[in-house]
C-alpha cells in the first residue's frame, strides 16, 4: 500500500488569488494523479504529473489555469490559479499501486472560493 | 460513451441490515471494475477490484459481484455498521486507455 499525506486539508480563499496543493507519498511512484471532485458529482482527472516531464492535463484542463511540479518521485503540486467560487471543490491526489493497479488517494483538500 | 451509473443515490438503513449497492456500466472494452469507500471528508479508500473472468469478490463485510456479459456489479454490505456510513464509488476501466470512469457513487447511511 501507498501512504499518501496531502495539505492543506482545507483552506477558504479569496476569488482571484492562488492556492498550492502538496502532495508526498511514502514510496516512489512514476505517475501521480490530480482528480477534482465537485459536490455531488463523481471524481474527475485533472491531470497526470510525471516526473521528469510536463504533465498531461485531460481535455476542459490547461496548464495556466491547473500548473503542477513533480520534481521527484515521492512530491506533487498542484496550484489553483486566479480562483473563482467555480473552483470550490475537493481536489485529491492519487498514485497506483505498481503490482495491483489498485489506486491510493490523498485525504484530499476542500477548497471553498468566496 | 463510456459512463458508469450507479443506484441508488443514497440509502438509509437500520445498524445490522444487509444491503446492496449498484453499479450499471457501458465502458467498452472493459478491463477492470473496483468499488471505493470514501468517507466525508476522506480521500476514496479501495475496497475490490474485479477483472473480467471475476464474478465475486469478498472484503470482509464487503461482497462485490460483476456480470460481465449485462455489464452491471453490486457491492453488498452485511450485518451493517454505523462506520459503514459513506459514499460508496463504483470505478470501470477501459483498456485500451487505461482511464478510469467514475460514476457519481451512492451515499449510505447507516443509523442505530
Known amino acids: 500500500s501507498a501512504v499518501i499525506s496531502q495539505k492543506p486539508s482545507r483552506d477558504i480563499c479569496q476569488r482571484g488569488t492562488s492556492l498550492t496543493i502538496q502532495c508526498q507519498v511514502d514510496?516512489?511512484?512514476?505517475?501521480m494523479f490530480w482528480y477534482r471532485q465537485q459536490p455531488g458529482q463523481s471524481l474527475t482527472l485533472i491531470a497526470t504529473a510525471n516526473q521528469g516531464s510536463e504533465a498531461t492535463y485531460e481535455s476542459g484542463f490547461v496548464i495556466d489555469k491547473f500548473p503542477i511540479s513533480r520534481p521527484n518521485l515521492t512530491f506533487s503540486t498542484l496550484t489553483v490559479s486566479n480562483m473563482s467560487p467555480e473552483d470550490s471543490s475537493i481536489y485529491l491526489c492519487?498514485?497506483?499501486?505498481?503490482?495491483?493497479?489498485?489506486?491510493?488517494f490523498g485525504s484530499g483538500t476542500q477548497l471553498s472560493v468566496l | 460513451k463510456n459512463q458508469v451509473e450507479q443506484s441508488p443515490q443514497s440509502l438509509i438503513i437500520l445498524e445490522g441490515k444487509n444491503c446492496t449497492l449498484q453499479c450499471n456500466y457501458t465502458v467498452s472494452p472493459f478491463s477492470n471494475l473496483r468499488w471505493y469507500k470514501q468517507d466525508t471528508g476522506r480521500g476514496p479508500v479501495s475496497l475490490t477490484i474485479?477483472?473480467?473472468?471475476?464474478n465475486t469478490k469478498s472484503n470482509g463485510r464487503y461482497t462485490a459481484t460483476l456480470d460481465a456479459d449485462t455489464k452491471q456489479s453490486s457491492l453488498h454490505i452485511t450485518a451493517s455498521q454505523l462506520s459503514d456510513s459513506a459514499s460508496y464509488i463504483c470505478?470501470?476501466?477501459?483498456?485500451?486507455?487505461?482511464?478510469?470512469?467514475f460514476g457519481t457513487g451512492t451515499r449510505l447511511q447507516v443509523f442505530p
Open positions: 492519487s498514485v497506483s499501486g505498481p503490482l495491483t493497479g489498485k489506486l491510493f
Open positions: 470505478v470501470v476501466s477501459a483498456r485500451n486507455t487505461d482511464k478510469l470512469i
Open positions: 514510496s516512489q511512484v512514476t505517475m
Open positions: 474485479m477483472t473480467f473472468s471475476e
